[in-house]
Structures are given as structure tokens and as C-alpha cells.
């Protein structure tokens, strides 16, 4: 199945580069382009593209606002957006995730990262570049610690799925996460799959954000 991707980036020349490593591809495929956030926006609801490549900085509407407003809107559900960024340890990364960004990179990775990239928060895994530590994630997400026994939006939870949260907010896949609760993989994803249901999140990034935002986990330590 071929994955349809929106380019969104106010700079023609690196539109084309992505456009022809994107379309060099047998599973991937640029569907269009768009050069401000609010075109992205527009073409997302026209094109329906599996996901967007956004970069953070826009004009008209940036990347965080444009992320927004593809990640509210029900009928674009099944969209995923890469947020892409010049600055990794930039508040706007934060900002994008909170938005509903399912991962973010920086622009300076290699091609084939990129590619790995698209497929994997495609198909709706969290994606987060190496700068990407708990620390920076932390740093903007962390509320403070609500004090005894289990933040009330996590009670849905049961006790394993609430471990399997805190690890996923770790960057635990679902292959680390069976190994250390000594499940199989698909347990794994079974575990997180009904966590995103009852947390209505959208994807493995979100489970991140309400982590860190719910005071389960917190910045230098769960």
C-alpha cells in the first residue's frame, strides 16, 4: 500500500529535494505541495493525504497552528504529521506534539531516515528525533506532580496499561516494552492500543504529552 504524502514548507527548492527522494520510492508517494501553513491546511482537507511533512516555521499559519487545525478536525482522523524543524530543542516542538504531531525531526537527517520517518508515524507510531530526550520533552510537557495515587484522566487504566504508558513515554518500542514485562510484542501493542483508545489519543506521541501533562511521568524520572 502506497503512502500519500503531503509536502508543507515555504521553501520551493527543499519541496523538490523531498519530492524526488519521496517519489523514488515504490510505498511512498507526494500527493502535492504547499508553500504556507494555511495551504496545508486547505490541501489536507482536499487531498486527504496518510500524512503531512511539515515544517514548524510557515508563513500565514505556522507549522504548530497548521498541525492544529488537521489534528481537531474529525474527518482528518486518519492524517499523521512529521512536524520537521531547523531547531530541535525549539519550544515549538513541544508545541507541535501537544498539536497532535506524531513525531518531529530535524532537518539536517539523513534521506533514508527521513523515508524510515514518514513510514513509521504513518502508520501511527511516535517518532522523536535523537534530541529528543525526556529531558526536553520534560521541560515543556511537565505539569506538576499530582499528588497520590493515580491522575484522575489515566483512572481509565488498568494497572498494566498504566505501565506500559509510563514506558512508552520512556521511547520504549513495543519489541522494549515486551522484554520488560516478559509479554510478546503483540501483547505490547495490545496494551498501548487500548490505552490510546481510552485516552483518545491519536497516536504513540499523544500517550507521551498526556504522560508527561497527567504528572505520571516527570522530567528526570517517572
Known sequence: MTIRVLLADDQALLRGTFRLLIDSTDDLEVVGEAGTGRQAVAMTRALRPDLVLMDIRMPELDGVAATREITDDPVLAAVKVLVLTTFEN????????????????????????????????????????PAATRALIGRFLAQPAVPGGVPERLSSLTARELEVVTLVAAGLSNDDIAGRLFITPLTAKTHVNRAMAKLDARD???????????????????
Open 90 to 129: 525549539d519550544e515549538y516542538v513541544a508545541e507541535a506534539l501537544r498539536a497532535g504531531a506524531g513525531g518531529f525531526l530535524g532537518k539536517g537527517i539523513d534521506p533514508e531516515e527521513l523515508l524510515t520517518a514518514i513510514r513509521v508515524v504513518a502508520a501511527g507510531d511516535a517518532l522523536l528525533s
Open 204 to 222: 504513540r506521541a499523544q500517550l507521551v504529552v498526556i504522560a508527561y501533562q497527567s504528572g505520571l511521568v516527570r522530567a528526570g524520572g517517572s
